[in-house]
């Protein structure tokens, strides 16, 4: 499955798929890319609400790395309190286009799971309710 030809290179070029799965394979990457939209930004306090699971500091370094990539725009409004908005670039835009395969795919593998769990427990109650 694996090609190495994919990442034959000199010192002076360095393997494009090993550059972007450093970046996709941080846990919160994909979901941030995936709620952002080009043309619409979103408050720090906006992505946290939803992604209440992770902490601020894990949110903050994320962001920084997409910053730091080029993928999303800080935008630092002087105002009081302070307003910082995030939003996609065209390159966070393609990215979040690759990936929509495998958050489908995702999907989809979620929901047959939950489908699934739902008839074992159906199952489950069925045959219990013969046995008494």
């Not at 034959?8 to 995936?34: Q, Y």
Request: with cysteine.
């Amino acid at each position: 499955m694996y090609d190495e030809t994919l990442c034959n290179h000199s010192d002076e070029s360095p393997c494009a798929v090993r550059g972007v799965l450093e970046i996709v394979s941080k846990k919160w990457v994909i979901c941030i890319t995936n709620l952002l939209e080009r043309g619409k930004s979103l408050r720090y306090s906006e992505i946290k609400s939803f992604l209440s699971d992770i902490s601020p500091k894990t949110l903050s370094d994320t962001l920084k790395v997409l910053e730091r990539e080029r993928l999303i725009t800080r935008t630092v409004y002087p105002e009081t309190p302070p307003r910082v908005e995030y939003l996609l670039t065209q390159d966070g835009e393609e990215l979040k286009q690759a990936l929509e395969p495998l958050v489908n795919w995702t999907r989809k593998r979620e929901k047959f799971q939950l489908e699934e769990a739902g008839r074992k427990t159906k199952n489950f109650l069925i045959q219990k309710s013969d046995v008494e």
